[in-house]
T-cell receptor, first 113, second 113 residues
Framework: KAGVTQTPRYLIKTRGQQVTLSCSPI?????VSWYQQTPGQGLQFLFE???????NKGNFPGRFSGRQFSNSRSEMNVSTLELGDSALYLC????????????FGPGTRLTVL | GQQLNQSPQSMFIQEGEDVSMNCTSS?????WLWYKQDPGEGPVLLIA?????ELTSNGRLTAQFGITRKDSFLNISASIPSDVGIYFC?????????????FGSGTRLQVQP
């Protein structure tokens, strides 16, 4: 069974630009969650999508948004990039039930110059 | 928001030694998870704990869900060089509106052959 895939693996952008990251969950999983990992703040939850609807949201500004498609694939968008947005962005997929387990992809390393 | 205190921050041990790390929280969780992350990769699930007091093993790894639901520990027995990496604990409340994982700051493990 294929794992969670994320594209691209690496991105370099400049301040003010926007970026879109993609995540394909494990087959059969309907929930996709996004996390940001930085050396200073560690792993922080951004949001969760389930059946094309945002179900949970972390404490990030509105520049961070996402969506989910009918095939459960998800995209995350960051607009007006700031230097502090440089991070490893991880997505995790799961069935979306109460006690299921989230499985992480390899992440997208975003560098903002 | 909720914070997880994970200790120790780092460990340098000899191959064959046992390792213990733990996480404590100011709030309760319904699920405790332990992940391992290698450089440039996403976290990989090691053990999931769903019930207070539960003790679960996965090969040389053993983890326990504290009875107060505010703590968990992970033990690694007879460490080997491939155990090198960063270990994260994560807590989750788990019901539909609270599925975000809250992560500890990680324990960096180095194993001397």
């Amino acid at each position: 069974k294929a794992g969670v895939t994320q594209t691209p693996r690496y991105l370099i952008k400049t301040r003010g630009q926007q970026v879109t990251l993609s995540c394909s969950p494990i087959s059969g999983h309907r929930s996709v969650s996004w996390y940001q990992q930085t050396p200073g703040q560690g792993l922080q939850f951004l949001f969760e999508y389930f059946s094309e609807t945002q179900r949970n949201k972390g404490n990030f500004p509105g520049r961070f948004s996402g969506r989910q498609f009918s095939n459960s694939r998800s995209e995350m968008n960051v607009s007006t990039l700031e230097l502090g947005d440089s991070a490893l962005y991880l997505c995790a997929s799961s069935f979306g039930t109460v006690r299921d387990t989230q499985y992480f992809g390899p992440g997208t390393r975003l560098t903002v110059l | 928001g909720q914070q997880l205190n994970q200790s120790p921050q780092s460990m340098f041990i000899q191959e064959g030694e046992d390792v213990s790390m733990n996480c404590t929280s100011s709030s309760i969780f319904n699920t405790w998870l332990w992940y391992k992350q290698d450089p440039g990769e996403g976290p990989v699930l090691l053990i999931a704990l769903y019930k207070a007091g539960e003790l679960t093993s996965n090969g040389r790894l053993t983890a326990q869900f504290g009875i107060t639901r505010k703590d968990s520990f992970l033990n690694i027995s007879a460490s080997i060089p491939s155990d090198v990496g960063i270990y994260f604990c994560a807590g989750q409340l788990g019901d539909t509106g609270r599925r975000a994982l809250t992560f500890g700051s990680g324990t960096r493990l180095q194993v001397q052959p």
